[in-house]
């Protein structure tokens, strides 16, 4: 079984910066993928940013140059640097992961419980 446990969100004002975690415990054997997304109140949900096997990123158009994906394996941990945070920002942030678990291939997906990040004008 995998956990994903986030932390980093609160209330910060506009132009300002936050750090996102999303640490994952439990039998991994690799880490196929993480999706970051977000949800504002009465909008549907977002992806922000992922980071896959291999290294590679994405962003969406509305974060792309501001917000950064980053991992640190030895620690099972998934980073989402937010910068330059605007009101629109505010949101709760979810990470998503996909793990390989075992050395024939099974999967495991799950939700982080979420992160309020309010940006203030």
């Known amino acids: 079984q995998v956990q994903l446990v986030e932390s980093g969100g609160g209330l910060v004002q506009a132009g300002g910066s936050l750090r996102l975690s999303c640490a994952a415990s439990?039998?991994?054997?690799?880490?196929?993928g993480i999706w970051w997304y977000r949800q504002a109140p009465g909008k549907q949900r977002e992806l922000v940013a992922s980071i896959i096997h291999g290294g590679s990123t994405d962003y969406a158009d509305s974060v792309k140059g501001r917000f950064t994906i980053s991992r640190d394996n030895a620690k099972n941990t998934v980073y989402l640097e937010m910068n330059s945070l605007k009101p629109e920002d505010t949101a709760v942030y979810y990470c998503n992961a996909e793990f390989q678990i075992d050395d024939i291939g099974s999967t495991w997906n799950g939700w982080g419980q979420g992160t309020q990040v309010t940006v203030s004008s």
């Open positions: 439990g039998n991994i054997f690799s880490l196929n």
